[in-house]
C-alpha cells in the first residue's frame, strides 16, 4: 500500500483511538442510545427519489450481483442476473434518452465481455466447470457479443480511456508517494507527540490524579489534539487534490489532445478525380461491417469532401460524396425504431440543403438512381455531369425521420415545441425538390414529391385564408403579414397538387392518399358539398380494407373529420353516419393512430406492437377525441331521444346509436344524482330534459362554460356551431314534445307551441306538416284557428300493453305448436299450414293507428 493511503489509515485510527479515549462510556448507555435511535427512525421522514435515481440504482444492484458472481465463477448466476439488467435498462429507455448511457452500465459491459473472453480462452479452466456453468458461459458469451453491438462506440471509448490510465497512473502515484513522503515526516512527527500525549493520559488513569489540578492541563491537551486533528485533515484534502490535479493533467486531457485527424492521403499525392473516388470506395467498404466508428466515418467523408473543394476537382465528385454524407447519416443508428438525435438531424438537414444549393447552382450536372457506377462522369470536362444518386429518397427518408423524432418527443414538452420549428425547414427543403423535380423529374418523381407536400398542408388550417373570406385582412398592420397573407391560400394548392396527381399517377396508392387529403382538407375548412362529392365518386369506402394500414388510418382521420364537418354545416344525420363506425367500435384512439390500447400478449405481441408504434400519428396532427365523442353523442341525442318519444311502446324498436343509449343505461344505474361534471354525463343530462321537451335545459348542460372550453371553442367558428345547436334542440325538444304528449291534448295552437319553444310560426308550421306528412303524428292543421287537432287514433298506453302481451301470445304458441309437431315426427307441417288469418290479424297492427279486432283466439 502506498504511503498516501497509509497516512489517511493512522490518521483514522488516531481520530479513533482519540475519540474512544475522550468520551468514555458509562453502564447502560448502550441500551438508551438503542432506545434513542429507535425513536429517530420512527421520526425520520419518507425520502422522495426521482426516477433516475431508482432506475439508476436498480441497475446498480445488479451489476454488484453480476460482479460478486464474477469473483466466483458462477456463469448461471451471472447469466441471470445479465437478463434482469438488460430488462431494467430497457425500463429506463427513457431515461437514458434523456441523461444519456450511464458510465457505469458501458464499464460492466466492457468489464464482462472481457472476463467471458479470457474464461473461454482458458480450456483448463472450461473443463473443470460443472455442466451448467459451462452451457451459461456459452450462452452468456453470445449473449454479451450480440448486445454490445449497440454500444461499439462507447464501449471503445472506454477501453481506450483505460489503456491511456495504466501508463499515467503509474506516474501519478508515482508523484502522490512523493508528496507523501514530504508531508510524512510532519505527520509522524504529529504522531509522536499525540502518541506522548496519549501515554500521558494513560498513565494518569492508570495512577489516579487530583480532580482540581488537572483541570487545566486536560483543556490544553484537548485543544492541542484538536488543532493536530484540524492539521492532519487539511493536509490530507491537499493531497487528495494534488493527486486529482495529477490525474487531470496526464489521463485526461490527452483524450481531447492526442485525437488527431487521421491522414486522407500519403504525402506528395497528386490529388486527382480518380484518387479521391478510391478513397471514398475505400471507405465505403467499411460501411456496415462490425467494429466500424460511424462517427468517424462521417468525418472522414466530410474530410475527403473538403479535400476535393480545395483542389477544385469539380462539382460532380463534391455532390457524390455529399450523397454518402447523407445517408451515412441515416445509417447512424441501425435500428429502425430509433430516431435520430438532434445534432445528426441537424446536420442531415444542412447537408441536403447544400447538396440542393450545388444542384440548382449548375444544371449541367445530372442525377438519377438509373446512372450505373461505371457510366458515371464526375471529372471536369465538355461533358454534364453525371452522377448516380436519387435526392427524392432522401428528402423522402428525412421527412420520415422527423416523423419517427416527433413521435418519440413527450408531446408537452418544451422540446416537442422546439422539434416542431423544424417543419418550416422541412417544407422548405420539398418545396425547393418540388421546384427542381419539375424542371427535371420525371412524372413518377414528381407525383412523389406532390403527396409529401400534400401530406404537410392536408392537416392545417388555413387561417389567413379564413380572415380573408370573412373580410378581416384590413386588419393586419406588419408589412410581413400583408405579405404571408397576398400568398397563395392553401385551397389553391391542394387543388393543383392534387389534380396533377389524379390525372399523372399511375399507383393507386398515391391517387388514394391525394383522394383523402383532399376530402380532409375541405371538411377542415367546412367545405361539405364538395368533400361528400369527392368522397362519393372515388367510391373508396367500398375496397378501403385492402389498402394498407397507414392508407387507412388516414381514411378513418377523414371520415372523423368529414362528420365532424357535417355536423358544423348542421347535417346532423349525416355527421352521426359518418361517425357511426369509429364510435361504435370503441377503438376510436387506435384507429385514428393516435394511441395504441391495452391489450393481451395474445392478441398482440412485442414486435407487432413496435410495428404499429410506427404508425402512430404526431401530436400535432391529432383529432380531440374527447370533441369528436361529444360531436357524436349530440348527433345521437338529436336523433335518438325523438325516436325513442315516438315508439315509446313498440316492441321492435331499434336502436340508432348503441353506444348513446349505453351511455343513458350508466345515467340510470347512478344512486346518486349530482350536477353533471364530465362531458357524457352533460349529454345524458341533456337528453333527459329533452325527454321531458324541457329545452332550456336541455340548451343549458349542452352549451355552457365548461362545455364551451371543452369542445365548443375548439371549433374555428365557434359561435355559429352554438346557435346551430340551439336552433337544432329546440326543433327537435318540440317533435318530442308532440310524440309524448299528443294523447293528452285534443287540439292544441300553434302559438302557444311557437311561444314555448322560441320558435317562429313558419318553423313551427313546417315541422308539423312534416310529421303529419310522414304519418309519425296523427293530426290535422287548422288554419283559421291555427291549431293542430289530434285525431284520437293512437293506442292509449294500456291499449299498447295489451297489442304488446298479444303479439308476445302469438309467439309462445307458435313455438308449442312447433315443437309439439317435431315431438309428433310431422315436419315441415308447421310451415306448410294455411296462416292467411294469422296474417290477417296481425294487419291490424299497423304504427300509425288502431284497429277494433277480435282478440277472442288468444
Known amino acids: 500500500m502506498s504511503r498516501f493511503f497509509a497516512t489517511g489509515s493512522d490518521s483514522e485510527s488516531e481520530e479513533s483511538s482519540s475519540a474512544d479515549e475522550i468520551t468514555p462510556k458509562a453502564p447502560g448507555a448502550t441500551f438508551k442510545q438503542s432506545l434513542l435511535l429507535s425513536d429517530d427512525e420512527e421520526d425520520t421522514k419518507r425520502v422522495v427519489r426521482s426516477a433516475k435515481d431508482k432506475r439508476f440504482e436498480e441497475l446498480t444492484n445488479l451489476i454488484k450481483t453480476i460482479r460478486n458472481a464474477m469473483k466466483i465463477r458462477d456463469m448461471s448466476k451471472c447469466l441471470e442476473e445479465f437478463e434482469q439488467l438488460c430488462r431494467a435498462f430497457l425500463k429506463s429507455k427513457n431515461i437514458v434518452d434523456k441523461e444519456g448511457v450511464p458510465p457505469f452500465y458501458i464499464r460492466l459491459l466492457a468489464d464482462l465481455e472481457d472476463y467471458l473472453n479470457q474464461l473461454w480462452e482458458d480450456k483448463e479452466g472450461k473443463k473443470k466447470m460443472n455442466k451448467n456453468n459451462a452451457k451459461a458461459l456459452s450462452t452468456l458469451r453470445q449473449k454479451i457479443r450480440k448486445y454490445n453491438r449497440d454500444f461499439e462506440s462507447e464501449i471503445a471509448a472506454y477501453k481506450e480511456v483505460k489503456s491511456k490510465t495504466k501508463s499515467s497512473c503509474l506516474f501519478s502515484m508515482h508523484c502522490m508517494n512523493l508528496w507523501g513522503g514530504v508531508n510524512l515526516g510532519l505527520i509522524r512527527s504529529d504522531e509522536s507527540s499525540s502518541s506522548d500525549e496519549d501515554d500521558d493520559d494513560d498513565d494518569d488513569e492508570d495512577w489516579g490524579s487530583d480532580q482540581s489540578g488537572s483541570s487545566g492541563e486536560t483543556s490544553d491537551k484537548e485543544e492541542g489534539k ?20 495529477i490525474l487531470s493533467l496526464f489521463v485526461f486531457s490527452p483524450i481531447a489532445t492526442i485525437q488527431e485527424k487521421p491522414k486522407m492521403f500519403a504525402k506528395g499525392t497528386e490529388i486527382n478525380t480518380a484518387v479521391v473516388v478510391k478513397k471514398l470506395n475505400e471507405i465505403l467498404q467499411a460501411r456496415g461491417k462490425k467494429g466500424t466508428d460511424r462517427a468517424a466515418q462521417i468525418e472522414l467523408f466530410h474530410a475527403l469532401a473538403a479535400i476535393a473543394a480545395e483542389n477544385n476537382l469539380g462539382q460532380g465528385i463534391l455532390v457524390k460524396i455529399k450523397f454518402n454524407i447523407i445517408a451515412s447519416l441515416y445509417d447512424y443508428n441501425p435500428n429502425l425504431a430509433a430516431f435520430m438525435k438532434p445534432d445528426m438531424w441537424k446536420k442531415c438537414l444542412d447537408c441536403i440543403d447544400e447538396l ?6 449548375h444544371n449541367n450536372i445530372f442525377i438519377g438512381e438509373n446512372i450505373a457506377e461505371d457510366s458515371e462522369n464526375l471529372a471536369v470536362s465538355d461533358q454534364p455531369f453525371r452522377v448516380r444518386g436519387c435526392i427524392l429518397t432522401l428528402v423522402e427518408r428525412m421527412d420520415e425521420e422527423f416523423t419517427k423524432i416527433m413521435q418519440n418527443t413527450d408531446p408537452h414538452s418544451q422540446e416537442y415545441v422546439d422539434n416542431l420549428k423544424d417543419e418550416g425547414r422541412v417544407c422548405g427543403i420539398v418545396d425547393r425538390l418540388l421546384t427542381y423535380m419539375e424542371n427535371k423529374g420525371s412524372t413518377e418523381e414528381i407525383c412523389r414529391v406532390y403527396l409529401r407536400r400534400i401530406m404537410h398542408t392536408y392537416y392545417k388550417f388555413d387561417y389567413k385564408a379564413h380572415r380573408r373570406s370573412l373580410g378581416l385582412q384590413g386588419e393586419t398592420k406588419s408589412e410581413q403579414d400583408q405579405e404571408e397573407s397576398e400568398g397563395e391560400d ?13 390525372a399523372k399517377d399511375r399507383t393507386d396508392r398515391i391517387r388514394t392518399c391525394a383522394i383523402l387529403c383532399h376530402i380532409y382538407h375541405h371538411a377542415l375548412h367546412s367545405r361539405w358539398y364538395q368533400a361528400r362529392d369527392l368522397m362519393l365518386m372515388s367510391h373508396l369506402q367500398d375496397n378501403i380494407q385492402h389498402a394498407d394500414p397507414p392508407v387507412q388510418i388516414l381514411y378513418n382521420r377523414t371520415m372523423v373529420q368529414l362528420g365532424i364537418c357535417a355536423f358544423r354545416q348542421g347535417m346532423i344525420k349525416d355527421a352521426h353516419n359518418a ?29 407487432q406492437e413496435k410495428i404499429e408504434k410506427r404508425r402512430q400519428v404526431p401530436f400535432h396532427m391529432h383529432i380531440n377525441l374527447e370533441l369528436l365523442e361529444c360531436v357524436y353523442l349530440v348527433s345521437a341525442m338529436l336523433l335518438e331521444i325523438p325516436y325513442m318519444a315516438a315508439h315509446e311502446f313498440d316492441a321492435r324498436r331499434r336502436m340508432i346509436s348503441k353506444q348513446f343509449h349505453h351511455q343513458l343505461r350508466v345515467g340510470e344505474r347512478q344512486p346518486l344524482l349530482g350536477p353533471p361534471e364530465s362531458m357524457r354525463e352533460h349529454v345524458v343530462a341533456a337528453s333527459k330534459a329533452m325527454k321531458m321537451g324541457d329545452w332550456r335545459t336541455c340548451h343549458s348542460f349542452i352549451i355552457n362554460e365548461k362545455m364551451n372550453s371543452k369542445v365548443w371553442d375548439l371549433f374555428p367558428e365557434a359561435q355559429r356551431v352554438r346557435e346551430m345547436l340551439v336552433r337544432k334542440i329546440q326543433e327537435e325538444s318540440l317533435r318530442t314534445y308532440l310524440f309524448t304528449y299528443s294523447s293528452v291534448y285534443d287540439s292544441i295552437s300553434m302559438a302557444t307551441l311557437s311561444e314555448m319553444f322560441e320558435l317562429e310560426m313558419p318553423t313551427v308550421h313546417s315541422i308539423i306538416s312534416k310529421m303529419i306528412i310522414n304519418e309519425e303524428l296523427m293530426a290535422s292543421l287548422d288554419q283559421p284557428t291555427q291549431t293542430v287537432v289530434m285525431h284520437r287514433t293512437e293506442p292509449t298506453s294500456l291499449q299498447n300493453m295489451a297489442l304488446q302481451l298479444a303479439e308476445k301470445l302469438g309467439n309462445l304458441v307458435e313455438n308449442n305448436e312447433r315443437v309439439f309437431d317435431l315431438k309428433q315426427g310431422v315436419y315441415g307441417g308447421y310451415f306448410n299450414r294455411d296462416q292467411k288469418s294469422y296474417q290477417q290479424k296481425q294487419s291490424g297492427y299497423q304504427r300509425g293507428g288502431y284497429r277494433n279486432q277480435n282478440q277472442g283466439n288468444y
Open 226 to 245: 484538536t488543532s493536530s486533528m484540524s492539521m492532519l485533515f487539511l493536509k490530507n484534502l491537499f493531497n487528495t487534490l494534488f493527486v486529482f490535479l
Open 356 to 361: 440542393l444549393d450545388i444542384l440548382f447552382e
Open 579 to 607: 361517425l357511426l363506425d369509429i364510435q361504435s367500435s370503441g377503438r376510436a384512439k387506435e384507429l385514428l393512430g393516435q394511441g395504441l390500447l391495452m391489450r393481451n400478449m395474445q392478441e398482440r405481441n412485442a414486435e
Open 490 to 502: 392553401s385551397a389553391v394548392i391542394m387543388d393543383r397538387l392534387c389534380k396533377f396527381i389524379y
